[in-house]
Nanobody, 126 residues
Framework: QVQLVVSGGGLVQAGGSLRLSCAASGRTFSSYAMGWFRHAPRKDREFVAAISSNGGRTFYADCVNGRFTSSRDNAEKMMYLQMNSLKPEDTAVYYC???????????????????WGQGTQVTVSS
């Protein structure tokens, strides 16, 4: 099992940057594919980014591609989401998620993930 704690959210002006962190517990973090999702009011939960277990493969939603970067440090059991050029439409609660996948796969479908962090609010003002 793995437990996830998300941090780093806050209020930022449009064009600004934030970095989210996802801290994991458990001995086998390096065997988990990880993902970032967000949920804005009156919208469905939305895929943001995914990263394979060794960090070698990443995948992004079109709406954040080129602005957001996901990375991980398996030795520290951490995953990060660097968010640049933020827009008001990026306002949402952001979650990290984990799926046992030691083979290097990544996933964009939320239902595939087994473990979820508690979420952190990101608010981008115009």
């Amino acid at each position: 099992q793995v437990q996830l704690v998300v941090s780093g959210g806050g209020l930022v002006q449009a064009g600004g940057s934030l970095r989210l962190s996802c801290a994991a517990s458990g001995r086998t973090f390096s065997s988990y594919a990880m993902g970032w999702f967000r949920h804005a009011p009156r919208k469905d939960r939305e895929f943001v980014a995914a990263i394979s277990s060794n960090g070698g493969r990443t995948f992004y939603a079109d709406c954040v591609n080129g602005r957001f970067t996901s990375s991980r440090d398996n030795a520290e059991k951490m995953m990060y989401l660097q968010m640049n050029s933020l827009k008001p439409e990026d306002t949402a609660v952001y979650y990290c998620a984990a799926k046992w996948a030691p083979g290097g796969t990544y996933y964009s479908r939320s239902y595939i993930y087994d473990y979820w962090g508690q979420g952190t609010q990101v608010t981008v003002s115009s």
